[in-house]
């Protein structure tokens, strides 16, 4: 079957990150350095020392004396033991860095007080033109602050190494100190597995994790699957506080406990009592799951999408000189609607924008039942049947051009706002120019979510298939089980908008699918189309950015 051609603007899901590794397939590469100062600015290295483990055990080692190229100062030989004499054949740093970064390779670097240590050596990969190192790191300074920072009198590796009874002490020189850091890490890993820590993800971001009340609940995740879904925070009485989606249902939960320090985040984590999780198939699903369960559950820590109380519409009524109204409920009696929309300031600034692109009347008066116009015909921007002088054939020309804009060629509306706001700009009136802008805006897209709707409802049943193989189904706008097989071609009736604002995000949400992805359509029982007259956005910078 043909794919859809469907591709306008790109709006991804964010890629599925890669699995995080379990502790215990990682290869560490615990490293030290002696030097001959502290800064690689006017200092040299003197010595490497690595050791490579996995799984707790041993599978490499490195060491070498490096030739630092000046004078070893006195106070470095007290303090190392290293002197010029041990130093005047190893190989410089030249002859010696190329072997290291070998034995490196892709392993996750591991050190105390690893920053010190890097810094040397990325003076050197930079000075010798070797590419970056872009391993990943782990700080055994930072994980014993974070984790044993109130069981010892300080964290000098020293200190450390007495503490968990390391069989070798450090003696500041490289290797020895790479077994002390060894033991050190593997402690740290021990204690962090009591916590929940068992992949590589999350013993990076444990150092940033903040001694806050609410992060013992971090074992909460500890059996949260890997997969795509949604994730529903509950408090203590089982209500749903929070929800959210995910392409990594563990690693985005634990996200929560890792330095937030937002007080809103703190007061949803203090609240936290268990953690329910949804898998879901495909991103898609995953998305309109999070939709549906927010305006099902309306979460109190949902602010910024919870949905509105009630939906509005622009209502064209069905009137002998039929004008604009904003309403609460479709209803059989309108000429035309658009919408939903989320408040009823938003509806009323699509009226404004119909009123700026059309001379439909603008006054509620009963025909004949004054003696003159309303303002706004007197001024000239409206037509007005108020004292009866207007004529009713002349005025369905104007309902006509409205209805054709809104049903069939959105230029007849949106046209006129651009000139309108050329003028203004023009006339250096540029704040009213801005306000045109805006309604141009928010009518387009009211315009073209009645367009996606019944694009969507018009095509029946669509059974599709994603560039996995993952099958979708939507049922007339609606996100469907994907399992079903078999296409049915029964009769829906719809309305010509979206029935809720609820409805409307979650057809935006399909059609966004739609616009961004690969897709194979596998049977449908209508026809999947657009009209030819396609919604034109302007591509202008908003007001609030001017």
Not at 105 to 131: K, T
Request: aromatic share 6%; with cysteine; net charge neutral.
């Amino acid at each position: 079957m043909p794919h859809l051609g469907l591709l306008s603007e790109t709006h991804l899901q964010p890629s599925f990150d890669d699995l995080s590794v379990p502790l215990y397939e990682v290869t560490f590469c615990v490293l030290d350095l002696e030097t001959t100062g502290g800064s690689p600015a006017d200092s040299s290295i003197t010595e490497i020392g690595a050791v490579k483990v996995r799984g707790g055990e041993k599978i490499g080692e490195f060491q070498t004396l490096v030739d630092p190229g000046l004078p070893i100062p006195p106070f470095i030989t007290v303090l190392t033991g290293i002197t010029d004499a041990m130093v005047i054949e190893a190989p410089k740093i030249e002859e010696a860095l190329p072997s290291f970064l070998e034995f490196i390779g892709d392993s996750v670097l591991v050190g105390h007080n690893l920053r010190f240590d890097m810094s040397f050596i990325n003076a050197a990969v930079d000075r010798l033109e070797y590419p970056p190192l872009e391993n990943q790191q782990v700080d055994t300074l930072a994980l014993a602050r974070r984790l044993v920072r109130d069981e010892v009198r300080s964290l000098k590796l020293s200190t450390l190494a007495k503490h968990f009874r390391s069989p070798v002490m450090p003696t500041h020189r490289a290797l020895e100190d790479v077994h002390a850091t060894t033991h050190l890490l593997h402690s740290l890993l021990e204690r962090a597995g009591s916590m929940g820590v068992t992949n590589l993800a999350d013993l990076i971001s444990l150092p940033t994790a903040r001694g806050s009340s609410y992060y013992s609940k971090i074992k909460l995740t500890e059996t949260l699957p890997r997969t795509p879904g949604v994730y529903i925070f509950h408090d203590r009485d089982g209500i749903p506080i929070y929800v959210g989606k995910a392409s990594d249902l563990r690693a985005r939960v634990r996200q929560y406990f890792y330095g937030d320090t937002r007080r809103t985040i703190a007061n949803l984590m203090r609240e936290l009592h268990s953690i329910e999780t949804i898998v879901c198939s495909s991103p898609l699903e995953a998305e309109v799951t999070e939709l549906r369960l927010i305006h099902a559950h309306r979460p109190r820590y949902n602010r910024r999408s919870r949905p509105p109380k009630s939906s509005h519409f622009v209502k064209v009524t069905g009137e002998k000189f039929p004008r604009l109204s904003v309403v609460r409920k479709l209803a059989p009696d309108g000429l035309a609607y658009l919408g939903p929309f989320r408040s009823r300031r938003a509806a009323e600034e699509v009226v404004a924008a119909l009123w700026d692109a059309t001379p439909v009347r603008r006054c509620k008066s009963r025909t004949g039942s004054q003696t003159g116009k309303c303002a706004s015909a007197q001024i000239g921007v409206s037509s007005c049947p108020c004292d009866g002088s207007l004529d009713s054939e002349e005025y369905s020309l104007t309902i006509g051009h409205l209805l054709d804009g809104i049903r069939f060629d959105p230029d007849r509306l949106l046209t006129p706002l651009v000139a309108r706001m050329e003028r203004l700009s023009l006339a250096q009136r540029y704040e009213d120019a801005a306000w045109a802008r805006d309604r141009h805006e928010i009518l387009a897209r009211a315009l073209h979510g009645r367009q996606i709707w019944q694009a969507l409802t018009g095509a029946g049943t669509l059974v599709l298939e994603d560039s996995r193989g993952r099958r979708v189904v939507i049922d007339h706008g609606i996100l469907s089980d994907p399992g079903l097989t078999v296409v049915s071609d029964h009769q829906v009736a719809v309305p010509e908008v979206p029935p809720s604002v609820e409805a409307s995000e979650e057809i935006g949400l399909i059609w966004r699918w739609l616009e961004s992805s690969d897709i194979r359509l596998v049977d449908a029982t209508g026809y999947l189309a657009l009209p030819i007259h396609r919604v034109r956005r302007l591509k202008l910078p908003s007001r609030s950015a001017a």
